[in-house]
């Protein structure tokens, strides 16, 4: 019924969207391990797992895709920051 495809395409939009979310907490973890100051490191760290953990129980799929475009914008950034600076 559509009902049942409905909760199946939110149910795999969600698993999606966690696949997504992980991957960038993964990937933001990778690039602060390459920051070379371990008190930036901690604070970095610390910074990561507060935003995710903050926003661990939204819902709204609107909202979640502009959160993984900031995080992944914030990630290239990052990214960009440390290449400056090992040149």
């Given at each position: 019924?559509?009902?049942?495809?409905?909760?199946?395409?939110?149910?795999?939009?969600?698993?999606l969207r966690r696949q997504q979310v992980l991957q960038l907490y993964r990937r933001i973890l990778q690039a602060i391990r390459q920051v070379p100051t371990e008190t930036d490191r901690q604070y970095l760290k610390e910074w990561a797992r507060e935003e995710f953990k903050r926003n661990k129980d939204a819902t709204d799929e609107d909202a979640i895709r502009?959160?993984?475009?900031?995080?992944?914008?914030?990630?290239?950034?990052?990214?960009?920051?440390l290449q400056l600076a090992n040149s």
């Open positions: 019924s559509c009902q049942d495809e409905r909760v199946f395409t939110r149910s795999g939009l969600y698993f502009m959160m993984i475009t900031q995080g992944n914008m914030q990630l290239r950034e990052l990214e960009r920051i």
